[in-house]
């Protein structure tokens, strides 16, 4: 059972910063929160990796004002993952990916929010500590009794103006991640429960940190 769960952490967690780097190299427009780390590599310096980390301790505390719980310090394992993935792909795997034409770089964006959406639904039903930024939409969810993919959205939202105001690559992508992650995840979410069902003979719901 243990293994089964591992392997959806870490497969989720992996396709999630696939996902993520290829919506940043389309260059049209990052998502709200991978706008901001950017921005903030750009501006400041370090790697996109770093800052997905130093912003996920931000948002963990605010995880835990929305819950009025302890910070979920776990998760900070979790966030740490996900830095590493996302650099070991923009600084490794795709360091020479390079897009020419918008619709080329359209198609991309796409296929990164399928992927980054398809991979936190995957990595969701591990159970394990979440992303601060995943746990901020359960965290809205349970807070205001809204459906995974409002809540969702509400958060992407956020981190849109929070990149506005540092400078991050916003653009016409930006938009249509803010919008089109929280509906793509609702959408893969029941199919990923379903399939680790199968696994373990009974319902496993996502805890919450």
Same mark, same amino acid.
């Given at each position: 059972?243990?293994?089964?769960?591992?392997?959806?952490?870490?497969?989720?967690?992996?396709?999630?910063?696939?996902?993520?780097?290829?919506?940043?190299?389309?260059?049209?427009?990052?998502?709200?929160?991978?706008?901001?780390?950017?921005?903030?590599?750009?501006?400041?310096?370090?790697?996109?990796?770093?800052?997905?980390?130093?912003?996920?301790?931000?948002?963990? @505390?605010? %995880?835990?004002? &929305?819950?009025?719980?302890?910070?979920?310090? /776990?998760?900070? #394992?979790?966030?740490?993952? +996900? *830095?590493?993935?996302?650099?070991?792909?923009?600084?490794?795997?795709?360091?020479?990916?390079?897009?020419?034409?918008?619709?080329?770089?359209?198609?991309?964006?796409?296929?990164?929010?399928?992927?980054?959406?398809?991979?936190?639904?995957?990595?969701?039903?591990?159970?394990?500590?979440?992303?601060? @930024?995943? %746990?901020?939409? &359960?965290?809205?969810?349970?807070?205001?009794? /809204?459906?995974? #993919?409002?809540?969702?959205? +509400? *958060?992407?939202?956020?981190?849109?103006?929070?990149?506005?105001?540092?400078?991050?690559?916003?653009?016409?992508?930006?938009?249509?991640?803010?919008?089109?992650?929280?509906?793509?995840?609702?959408?893969?979410?029941?199919?990923?429960?379903?399939?680790?069902?199968?696994?373990?003979?009974?319902?496993?719901?996502?805890?919450?940190?």
């Amino acid at each position: 059972m243990i293994t089964r769960r591992i392997l959806f952490f870490c497969v989720g967690l992996f396709v999630l910063a696939l996902g993520i780097s290829l919506m940043i190299i389309a260059d049209i427009g990052a998502g709200a929160w991978d706008a901001l780390n950017v921005g903030l590599s750009e501006t400041i310096g370090l790697t996109v990796g770093n800052w997905v980390i130093i912003v996920g301790i931000f948002v963990m @505390l605010l %995880n835990a004002l &929305l819950l009025k719980e302890r910070p979920a310090y /776990l998760s900070i #394992g979790t966030i740490i993952l +996900i *830095g590493f993935f996302i650099d070991f792909w923009l600084l490794i795997a795709l360091d020479e990916m390079n897009l020419e034409g918008f619709v080329v770089k359209a198609i991309v964006l796409l296929g990164g929010l399928v992927i980054a959406s398809l991979g936190i639904a995957i990595y969701l039903q591990a159970k394990f500590p979440l992303s601060p @930024l995943d %746990n901020l939409m &359960l965290a809205i969810s349970k807070r205001f009794k /809204l459906r995974f #993919g409002i809540s969702k959205t +509400i *958060g992407e939202a956020t981190g849109l103006v929070l990149a506005l105001l540092f400078g991050g690559p916003i653009g016409i992508g930006t938009l249509v991640v803010t919008f089109g992650i929280g509906p793509i995840i609702q959408f893969f979410y029941p199919h990923c429960e379903r399939l680790m069902e199968k696994g373990f003979g009974s319902k496993i719901k996502p805890k919450i940190n």
